[in-house]
């Protein structure tokens, strides 16, 4: 990693609040460039309190933004940090109408050109995309990373039509933890404490909200780009990672957006932003290539970035299997459209006689983690132990050269069910001639979501119908001598949450299912060869992160009581722990994520987590807490939650409230 310290215009910052039409400000920092000229304006729009979370991060790239010459600017959401208002759900209308307000309030500050672009990684992105669908004027660009076009079918609530059980939870119980938080008083003032009790006692779990809509009805469509990408009037530069869930998302913004005002960037990546140096690497130069979407769309700087691929996709080589890898094998390359011309579909029929899928309900226990962040436990190990849990079919790489695969693989399926409800998952994997198993990709559908995402139509029992869907998308080369393996299995715990009566299984009838794979041939339509500079970044904050005498929790941990036949997976998310910052500020959060199952019973399925932060300012007697426990079950008729906050300044509890809820199980 370069850090940069000299740039073309020496900076300055400064924290505002911005007025929105309803009286409520929104709190931000500004890193500017000094100059006397007006220069562009960069967005970057989060709940994530900017004063304290992302503050080490935005120390990376904001003040290098504004010393090439953009005025930078981090803001709070509304009811976040130390923003005023309450919190909303994710992406609700007043967001979004917000974030109009700020575009347009930057386009009219003296220091500003008047042309703005947004960025942002997931909700930042996901809101960046959103925004430009509302194509306020001044935006004439952005920069998406790690987010989605679809907030049904590519988010951290559904999959496949299936509830995603290990992120309709925890993301559900840490948006509950980060909303609960309270207002700094260094920035908000002495008023700090009563504007968090206001806020506290507008609190509302999001999770019933998102439970209370099982399949893709309005409420999903809103927010979703993918329902008209012709609203878009912003340029967008689409990026993503082949280890982040969201990475379909760029392949659709390239193939439906015009090709003059879109280009996508996907890289072996997780779910963070590429120069960040985390695992899986290599990390490139990406503020540099920001950089030149930005000269080429705020300032019209003639630069040749639209002459790139309209796709840049790194082909990972096979690689063994392992929770962790700092660097990659692979290489780049760049496709002039998508679908591209380079990639053809290679279909392998199913062979064999029918098989009965009953998959152990704990199937699914070496899945990885959802939001792979770059820790040490997040992605998934060996898949020899899923594999025995699910129906197998095998099609080795001949001796005639590796195969490239670049896109989005699709499985059709002949199945026949017994009950009226199930799931399937499907999962490719590169298996090397010592018998390890890879995973490279999966998918999963419910089979009630078989004929739309917005529709729950029962299983005729008894019957054979046939199934199709895709899988992730994915660069990834097999070599000579392995096997590519298909593992289908009627179970995926905790990522898809089971259904009572899908402990039966499926029958696969091998005739008429097949497996389709997007090959890549290196010699079709072969451009010039993509390349990145290097990782760059402006000096870090100076956050200290103190060592502990703690004994360290496992990140991933998995337990098995014989006797009860029951299954645990302890989870430590890994967001961030104790550090001190510049500003005096003493900062801790601890979370642990519980996820159960016993065999045979798909009613058994529970989550639990459990949030601890302080907010700690020694020099002026504040000290902050905030504790949370959020539960979910399920029984044959719907599913049952649990989520407590309790609030302490020093000892004293400010608030304390529990929520329980049950609802009824309609699709999902």
Same mark, same amino acid.
């Given at each position: 990693?370069?850090?940069?310290?000299?740039?073309?215009?020496?900076?300055?910052?400064?924290?505002?609040?911005?007025?929105?039409?309803?009286?409520?400000?929104?709190?931000?920092?500004?890193?500017?460039?000094?100059?006397?000229?007006p220069?562009p304006?960069?967005?970057? $729009?989060?709940?994530?309190?900017? *004063?304290?979370?992302?503050?080490?991060?935005?120390?990376?790239?904001?003040?290098?933004?504004?010393?090439?010459?953009?005025?930078?600017v981090?803001?709070?959401?509304?009811?976040?940090?130390?923003?005023?208002?309450?919190?909303?759900?994710?992406?609700?209308?007043?967001?979004?109408?917000?974030?109009?307000?700020?575009?347009?309030?930057?386009?009219?500050?003296?220091?500003?050109?008047?042309?703005?672009?947004?960025?942002?990684?997931?909700?930042?992105?996901?809101?960046?995309?959103?925004?430009?669908?509302l194509?306020?004027?001044?935006?004439?660009?952005?920069?998406?990373v790690?987010?989605?076009?679809?907030?049904?079918?590519?988010?951290?609530?559904?999959?496949?039509?299936?509830?995603?059980?290990?992120?309709?939870?925890?993301?559900?119980?840490t948006m509950?933890?980060?909303?609960?938080?309270?207002?700094?008083?260094?920035?908000a003032?002495?008023?700090?404490?009563?504007?968090w009790?206001?806020?506290?006692?507008?609190?509302?779990?999001?999770?019933?909200?998102?439970?209370?809509?099982?399949?893709?009805?309005?409420?999903?469509?809103?927010?979703?780009?993918?329902?008209?990408?012709?609203?878009?009037?912003?340029?967008?530069?689409?990026?993503?990672?082949? !280890?982040?869930?969201?990475?379909?998302?760029?392949?659709?913004?390239?193939?439906?957006?015009?090709?003059?005002?879109?280009?996508?960037?996907?890289?072996?990546? *997780?779910?963070?932003?590429?120069?960040?140096?985390?695992?899986?690497g290599?990390?490139?130069?990406?503020?540099?290539?920001?950089?030149?979407?930005?000269?080429?769309?705020?300032?019209?700087?003639?630069?040749?970035?639209?002459?790139?691929?309209?796709?840049?996709?790194?082909?990972?080589?096979?690689?063994?299997?392992?929770?962790?890898?700092?660097?990659?094998?692979?290489?780049?390359?760049?496709?002039?459209?998508?679908p591209?011309?380079?990639?053809?579909?290679?279909?392998?029929?199913?062979?064999?006689?029918?098989?009965?899928?009953?998959?152990?309900?704990?199937?699914?226990?070496?899945?990885?983690?959802?939001?792979?962040?770059g820790?040490?436990?997040?992605?998934?190990?060996?898949q020899?132990?899923? #594999?025995?849990?699910?129906?197998?079919?095998?099609?080795?790489?001949?001796?005639?050269? %590796?195969?490239?695969?670049?896109?989005?693989?699709?499985?059709?399926? %002949?199945?026949?069910?017994?009950?009226?409800?199930?799931q399937?998952?499907?999962?490719?994997c590169?298996?090397?001639?010592?018998?390890?198993?890879?995973?490279?990709?999966?998918?999963?559908?419910?089979?009630?979501?078989?004929?739309?995402?917005?529709?729950?139509?029962?299983?005729?029992?008894?019957?054979?119908?046939?199934?199709?869907?895709?899988?992730?998308?994915?660069?990834?080369?097999?070599?000579?001598?392995?096997?590519?393996?298909?593992?289908?299995?009627s179970? $995926?715990?905790?990522?898809?949450?089971?259904?009572?009566?899908?402990?039966?299984?499926?029958?696969?009838?091998?005739?008429? *299912?097949?497996?389709?794979?997007?090959?890549?041939?290196?010699?079709?339509?072969?451009?010039p060869?993509?390349a990145?500079?290097?990782p760059?970044?402006?000096?870090?904050?100076?956050?200290?992160?103190?060592?502990t005498?703690?004994?360290?929790?496992?990140?991933?941990?998995?337990?098995?009581?014989?006797?009860?036949?029951?299954?645990?997976?302890?989870?430590?998310?890994?967001?961030?722990?104790?550090?001190?910052?510049?500003?005096?500020?003493?900062?801790?959060?601890?979370? %642990?994520?519980?996820?159960?199952?016993? #065999?045979?019973?798909?009613?058994?399925?529970r989550?639990?987590?459990?949030?601890?932060?302080?907010? !700690?300012?020694?020099?002026?007697?504040? #000290?902050? %807490?905030?504790?949370?426990?959020?539960?979910? *079950?399920?029984?044959?008729?719907?599913?049952?939650?649990?989520?407590?906050?309790?609030?302490?300044?020093?000892?004293?509890?400010?608030?304390?409230?529990?929520?329980?809820?049950?609802?009824?199980?309609?699709?999902?």
């Open positions: 990693m370069n850090i940069r310290t000299d740039f073309p215009y020496g900076t300055t910052h400064e924290d505002v609040r911005i007025p929105l039409p309803d009286g409520v400000t929104l709190y931000a920092r500004i890193w500017r460039p000094v100059t006397d000229e220069v304006a960069l967005l970057e $729009y989060l709940p994530y309190r900017l *004063s304290d979370w992302t503050a080490p991060r935005d120390q990376q790239r904001h003040p290098w933004y504004a010393g090439h010459g953009y005025a930078s981090r803001v709070d959401v509304r009811g976040h940090g130390n923003s005023g208002g309450h919190p909303g759900d994710e992406y609700d209308a007043r967001e979004l109408a917000d974030g109009v307000a700020v575009v347009e309030w930057l386009a009219a500050q003296p220091w500003c050109t008047g042309a703005v672009g947004m960025f942002g990684i997931s909700w930042g992105g996901f809101n960046s995309l959103q925004i430009a669908a194509a306020p004027e001044p935006l004439k660009a952005v920069v998406t790690c987010s989605t076009d679809d907030r049904y079918d590519n988010d951290v609530h559904y999959m496949g039509g299936s509830v995603l059980a290990v992120d309709m939870h925890a993301w559900a119980a509950l933890a980060f909303a609960a938080r309270p207002p700094d008083p260094l920035y003032g002495d008023g700090w404490k009563e504007q009790l206001d806020r506290l006692e507008a609190l509302q779990p999001l999770v019933h909200t998102w439970l209370a809509h099982q399949t893709r009805d309005a409420y999903w469509k809103h927010g979703s780009v993918c329902e008209d990408y012709a609203a878009i009037g912003a340029a967008v530069l689409a990026v993503g990672g082949w !280890h982040d869930p969201y990475r379909d998302t760029v392949l659709r913004l390239v193939e439906h957006l015009p090709a003059e005002r879109v280009r996508g960037l996907i890289g072996p990546w *997780s779910h963070q932003y590429p120069d960040r140096g985390l695992p899986p290599p990390a490139i130069g990406f503020l540099q290539e920001t950089l030149r979407w930005w000269d080429h769309w705020l300032k019209g700087v003639d630069n040749g970035v639209m002459d790139e691929p309209l796709l840049r996709s790194w082909i990972s080589e096979s690689h063994r299997p392992a929770t962790v890898y700092e660097r990659m094998e692979g290489r780049w390359v760049g496709d002039p459209a998508w591209s011309p380079a990639v053809a579909p290679h279909t392998y029929a199913l062979q064999g006689d029918p098989v009965l899928v009953v998959s152990p309900q704990h199937t699914g226990l070496d899945a990885g983690r959802f939001f792979p962040f820790n040490d436990g997040d992605l998934p190990p060996d020899r132990e899923e #594999d025995a849990k699910s129906a197998c079919f095998e099609f080795p790489v001949g001796a005639g050269g %590796r195969l490239e695969v670049l896109g989005r693989p699709r499985v059709t399926l %002949r199945l026949r069910m017994d009950v009226p409800y199930g399937v998952v499907a999962r490719v590169d298996v090397a001639p010592d018998g390890s198993s890879t995973l490279v990709t999966r998918g999963a559908l419910n089979l009630s979501a078989r004929r739309g995402r917005d529709k729950a139509v029962p299983w005729p029992v008894g019957a054979y119908e046939d199934v199709t869907f895709e899988l992730n998308g994915i660069g990834h080369a097999f070599p000579p001598g392995h096997r590519i393996r298909l593992a289908v299995s179970a $995926y715990w905790p990522w898809i949450w089971p259904r009572a009566g899908s402990e039966a299984g499926w029958t696969l009838e091998p005739a008429g *299912s097949a497996l389709t794979l997007p090959v890549r041939d290196p010699a079709v339509g072969a451009g060869e993509v990145f500079e290097p760059e970044q402006s000096e870090g904050l100076g956050v200290v992160y103190p060592e005498l703690d004994e360290p929790r496992p990140e991933r941990l998995v337990v098995r009581d014989v006797a009860r036949g029951l299954w645990r997976l302890e989870v430590d998310p890994r967001y961030g722990g104790t550090r001190v910052y510049p500003d005096g500020l003493e900062f801790s959060e601890d979370a %642990r994520e519980v996820y159960e199952i016993e #065999d045979g019973d798909p009613l058994s399925a989550t639990v987590s459990h949030w601890r932060i302080r907010l !700690h300012r020694p020099e002026r007697g504040w #000290d902050a %807490r905030v504790e949370t426990r959020s539960r979910i *079950s399920c029984d044959e008729g719907g599913f049952v939650t649990s989520d407590e906050v309790v609030c302490r300044e020093g000892d004293e509890v400010l608030f304390h409230r529990t929520w329980e809820r049950r609802l009824p199980r309609a699709a999902g």
